[in-house]
Each structure stands twice: as C-alpha cells, then as structure tokens.
C-alpha cells in the first residue's frame, strides 16, 4: 500500500518539485493535484505509476522469469533488414 507521504511526493515531482497545495489519488490510480501555482493537474495511472517506481517510492512488480526454450546450434534468422539504398543521386525516369 502507497504512504499518504509517497503520494505528496509524487505529487511534487509531478508539478516541478514544490510542495503540491492539495492532491487526490483516485480509486483508478489517477492522482489529481493542485500545484503551487494553483494550477490544476489531472495524471493518468501509467504516469503516476512510472513516478513512483522511477523515484523508488515503489518497487516494480517482479517479471516473471521466462522460460528457456532449447536452441539448435544452427538456429535459423528471420529475413532481417532490408539491404540500405544506394548513395547515388535518384534520376528521374525519362520518357
């Protein structure tokens, strides 16, 4: 669970680092500030979420690992990118 003092300062770093007027942390995970200017700023969860776990405040959810598939040591490529154009100028066809 998110600390009501990991919010504000989520909050501050949100809207340039001074202490927030008021917010409010939706049921969605949207986080609603008013900052010190009096400007009022609404962030979406993705935003608020990166905040966090960018500032440490969180830890990211663990990835589950991913499982080993076994590899043949002639373990063939995809066509890859196409080879580069030449550096030549383009001459326009003549008809």
Request: charged letters at 30%.
């Amino acid at each position: 669970m998110i600390k009501e003092s990991d919010i504000q300062k989520a909050a501050a770093i949100l809207t340039g680092g001074k202490e927030p007027l008021a917010y409010d942390l939706k049921q969605d995970g949207s986080l609603v500030v008013v900052a010190s200017n009096g400007m009022k700023f609404i962030f979406p969860p993705e935003r608020v979420q990166s905040v966090l776990e960018a500032s440490k405040i969180i830890k990211k959810p663990s990835a589950k690992p991913k499982s080993k598939k076994a590899t043949s040591s002639t373990s063939k490529k995809g066509p890859g990118r196409p080879p580069r154009a030449s550096s030549k100028p383009h001459e326009p066809k003549k008809s």
